[in-house]
């Protein structure tokens, strides 16, 4: 695995989720800063998803992991930033695929639409997969 250095946030949508996540990056030693929510209160997803991928892009951290209801209003804001490739993934495929082929450098999660245990299933092989390059690389720097 990468040296990882993981920047995640949340709304109160995906707070729990944001907790568990936290849990695992905890258990296996990987380095992360909690850049909110944190409280059940609610509170403005673009302003998270601004808050981590700006530490994405600075280098601080090298991937980002947001969540929010559905993961949606997370990728939208988190791909309107230069640099940022936010993936919303459901499954395992597509989070695999959005590193080896997209490299995306921040995943999103919808707490609201897929179970825990898929959401961190999809955390683990994201940040354990490595980018392929070679003509993925033309086409994501096409995307650049
Ligand atoms: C909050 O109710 C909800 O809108 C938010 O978490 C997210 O799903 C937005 O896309």
């Known amino acids: 695995m ?3 250095k993981v920047a995640i946030g949340s709304d109160h949508g995906g707070y729990e989720y944001k907790e568990k996540i936290i849990d695992y990056l905890k258990a296996r030693n990987i380095p992360y800063v909690d850049l909110g929510t944190h409280t ?17 892009i600075s280098g601080k951290s090298n991937r980002g ?8 209003g997370m990728s939208i804001a988190a791909n309107k930033v230069r640099g940022i490739r936010a993936a919303l993934c459901g499954d ?31 955390v683990d092989i994201w940040l354990k997969t490595g980018f392929e390059g070679g003509r993925h690389k033309r086409r994501v ?4």
Do not use: F, M, Q, W
């Open 2 to 4: 990468e040296d990882l």
């Open 40 to 56: 059940k209160e609610a509170c403005d997803y673009p302003e998270i998803a601004r808050a981590v991928c700006e530490r994405v």
């Open 65 to 72: 992991i947001l969540v929010c209801g559905t993961g949606i």
């Open 92 to 122: 395992t495929y597509s989070a695999r695929v959005s590193r080896a082929h997209n490299n995306a450098n921040i995943l999103c999660l919808g707490e609201r639409v897929i179970g825990e245990h898929l959401a961190l299933d999809i």
């Open 141 to 144: 720097d096409l995307i650049e």
